[in-house]
């Protein structure tokens, strides 16, 4: 089975404090994403990547960044975190290529911003 | 723009047979997928159809209807355990998925 991991499942920060979120999957996939997932709307997709040391911004990457310097591990990072941050991070991964693979998501990190 | 469709709430009665419509409008279109997610869980995968008809998994189907922008996902033999929110997203032609905002469904006795 597809094993993605996260980090923390819960985690308070400071406003203006840097965070990193941290994502690991098993299945030797070449595709990892960053979501957020907030009441009322769809996933939205922060970052991806399609490879080793390779980021492509998504729909709001706006004050944050990413880091994937090995296959297994991509991590999400805000600078300098902020209220407006406060949401729930999913991170997914999926088979490269252009077919439909389905994406596998991890549990989630659930991230306040005070 | 890009749109994907869902109702934000349905109420099914447990041993019935509910439907979950998502209507989308996407540049260009290379699947549809329906993923189910407990509250506080991750979405998992449920059904992929890329072709026009029906795919049927157990008690759960997908249908897709790519010249009307439409798919449904049919439940069968409602459960308790059915009460989640399920999540339309489509592949666009640069192979991203966009997501609706899902629908609840809550199960009742």
């Known amino acids: 089975d597809v094993k993605v991991t996260q980090s923390s499942r819960y985690l308070v920060k400071r406003t203006g404090e840097k965070v990193f979120l941290e994502c690991v999957q098993d299945?030797?996939?070449?595709?990892m994403f960053w979501y957020r997932q907030d009441p009322g709307l769809g996933l939205r997709l922060i970052y991806f990547?399609?490879?080793?040391?390779?980021?492509e911004k998504g729909d709001i990457p706006e004050g944050y960044s990413v880091s994937r310097e090995k296959k297994e591990r991509f991590s999400l990072i805000l600078e300098s975190a902020s209220t407006n941050q406060t949401s729930m991070y999913l991170c997914?991964?999926?088979?490269?290529?252009?077919?439909?693979?389905?994406?596998?998501f991890g549990p989630g990190t659930r991230l306040t911003v005070t | 723009g890009q749109n994907i469709d869902q109702p934000t709430e349905m109420t099914a009665t447990e041993g019935a047979i509910v439907q979950i419509n998502c209507t989308y409008q996407t540049s260009g279109f290379n699947g549809l997928f329906w993923y189910q997610q407990h509250a506080g869980e991750a979405p998992t995968f449920l059904s992929y159809?890329?072709l026009d008809g029906l795919e049927e998994k157990g008690r759960f189907s997908s249908f897709l209807s790519r010249s009307k922008g439409y798919s449904y996902l049919l439940l069968k033999e409602l459960q308790m355990k059915d009460s989640a929110s399920y999540l339309c997203?489509?592949?666009?032609?640069?192979?991203?998925?966009?997501w609706g905002a899902g629908t609840k469904l809550i199960i009742k006795p």
């Open positions: 159809n890329v």
């Open positions: 997203a489509v592949k666009d032609s640069n192979y991203q998925l966009i």
């Open positions: 299945m030797d996939h070449e595709n």
């Open positions: 997914a991964s999926s088979l490269g290529g252009t077919e439909a693979y389905e994406q596998y």
């Open positions: 990547s399609y490879d080793v040391k390779m980021k």
